[in-house]
């Protein structure tokens, strides 16, 4: 499909990183019309920190490689504009600052949300509309699809060192952004709210394992 194409038809794009155990980082990031069919697809050769990176990044080695690395390459080898851009990856929303689009963080189906022990301040932090959460379930930095089972836990800012997140409904999905990106929460809800209850946003993340997995088999 030619790039005048790509650019004409409304789409959405899909982000994610597949952590493989001997090579290292593989991203991958496809983009769909909103009927579900593919537009572009592009991958990264793997990446694979060596140990004085671990070293020097500490706590933000993950939104390094996940984000600038593997996620600002992809977005930007893309033609089509996507409404939204969609990762089941937390790291790679550091990938945000990068690009115009909004960056949504995908919550695996049936993902336990809950409220911590600590009261939230009044306030315009301390309100939320309903579905909201103040705090994720904490999981190892990745993606939730390499994690298997979610845990019950807190994500925020005193752990792993990044923005503290907020979950909300939207139609059949659960999805999650910095607490302050209220902007982008905005256009999510405007661009998506057509799609919200047929649109199921985990799907896309397996045709992107399923690609890298049979790229990496047709070269061994």
Known sequence: MGNDDAKSKPALGFLTVVDHPQYGLFGGYLVLTTAGRPLEFHCTAPIKPNRAQEILYGPTLSAFLYGEQIGQTLLSQASAQPLVVCTDCEPALAAREFVQTPLVLVLPTGGE??????????????????????????????????????????????HQGGPRLVAFQLGRNRLALPQRAEEDRRLIHQRLAELAESFDLTEPFQRIREAIEEAQQAVR
Do not use: N, W
């Not at 509309?129 to 390499?146: I, M, N, T, V």
């Open 113 to 158: 949300i809950g409220q911590t022990a600590e009261p939230r301040a009044a306030g315009p932090e301390g309100s939320r509309e309903k579905g909201d959460s103040p705090h994720l379930p904490e999981r190892p930095e990745g993606c939730f699809a390499q994690m298997g089972t979610v845990p019950f836990f807190r994500l925020d800012s005193a």
